[in-house]
């Protein structure tokens, strides 16, 4: 029988945070956040532990956490920076264990069942692991130990988190002591609404949803949530019990189901077609691009908004199939016009996204009798590389000098966020 798996999960702590504070030693006493300062009403990426001790969190607006600490210090995110040092760390728990597995920009899962031995117990080795991040990062880590990666993560948000030595075991031999007596919101992918309904259910505890039959979950989220909550029920009911078999894969990606691009836009600023479809056609040439780069071309189109006219609000998702898989600029943009100008109702845009799905093998291409499009491909193509090169504001087009383009402002940053 193979031995019991030992799984961390790995959470670097106040991670943007905590890197800026490492490259600013003069800000090491000062309470810290991560934002744009620049931007009195942005929000707050992130908030060193100083700063969360004076009340500021992640998420709320810089000049509410200024209103609680007048002497906060807001440093412009880095994007590249931050996804930089990720993975440095991924390094360094590979030099511990071939399994590491990314969950987020800041935490990762690491199978180190075979390495115990080698590096000593659990503990040892989440140690190591501990002071070898810390000083080549700067930044502090908290580790969960468990069996799964189900316990390694609960055990990381629960418990570790809250220990100033930043590591807890998580077992089946401690799971009834110290998981079940938590409330039902701290198990893992319970958020609030979830909460409401198992404390209608009268389970106000991760003890109450594991100690009853699995039958009997369903039967009460059946009641409570309809017909087709029977695989929730199964999958919360094994949460609260710890089993999760899924293994520690070395990539989290599946097969690519589609490629997207969204943008929020400024309130009040794009309330005409033109200046929209300026801003569809930019998300529309990142789209094309990323597919090709990763040799896919897409049979549907969707487009999606939402608007406000200040009292009302107001939003659409449609989708149109194409005659052909693409991942030509001119044909996504011609459907994706098309479904904007049917379904928008003329109010200001706040929010803007394109999704190309349906995605085949791009290795062949469609020919038709009228357009040469084996030569756009090579002419997209030959864009990509310049871009690819020296930069996505490297060739841009015309329609992107225009004050309400944001396409400059995009090749600047990160997932929206500045490099």
Known sequence: MPPERTIFLVDGQSFYASIEKAAHPEYRNKPVVVGDPERRAGIILAACPLA????????????????KCPDLVVIRPRMQRYITISLLMTEIFES??????????????????????????AEEIA????????????????????????????????FAKRLPEGIFRLDYSNIE???????????????????????????????????LELAELKRRMRWEMGKQSDIQAEYYWQTARGIDPSPVERTIRGALKSVSHGKALKAGQYRKLEDLEVVLLELIIEICRRARRLGYQGRVVAVGASESDGERKSGFHRQMT???????????????YKLFASYWQGMSVTRLHVVLTELTDDSACQLT????RAVEYDIERATDGIKDRYGSDAIMRASSLLEVGVARERAAQIGGHYK
């Open 52 to 67: 969360k001790e004076r009340g500021v969190i992640a998420a709320e607006r810089i000049f509410q956490a200024r209103a």
């Open 96 to 121: 511990f264990s071939d399994q590491v597995e990314p969950y987020s920009i800041d935490e990762q899962f690491v199978d180190v069942t075979g390495s115990i031995g080698s590096y000593g117990s």
């Open 127 to 158: 140690q190591f692991i501990q002071h070898h991040v810390r000083l080549s990062t700067g930044v502090w880590s908290r580790i969960g130990i468990g069996p799964s990666k189900i316990l390694a993560k609960m055990a990381t948000d629960n």
């Open 177 to 211: 002591e110290k998981l079940w007596p938590l409330p039902v919101h701290q198990m893992f992918m319970v958020a609030s609404r979830m909460a409401v309904h198992f404390q209608r259910m009268g389970l106000p505890t991760i003890g109450d949803v594991a100690r």
């Open 322 to 336: 194409l005659p052909e898989p693409t991942s030509l600029t001119r044909e996504v943009a011609a459907a994706a």
């Open 369 to 372: 009798l009228f357009e040469n």
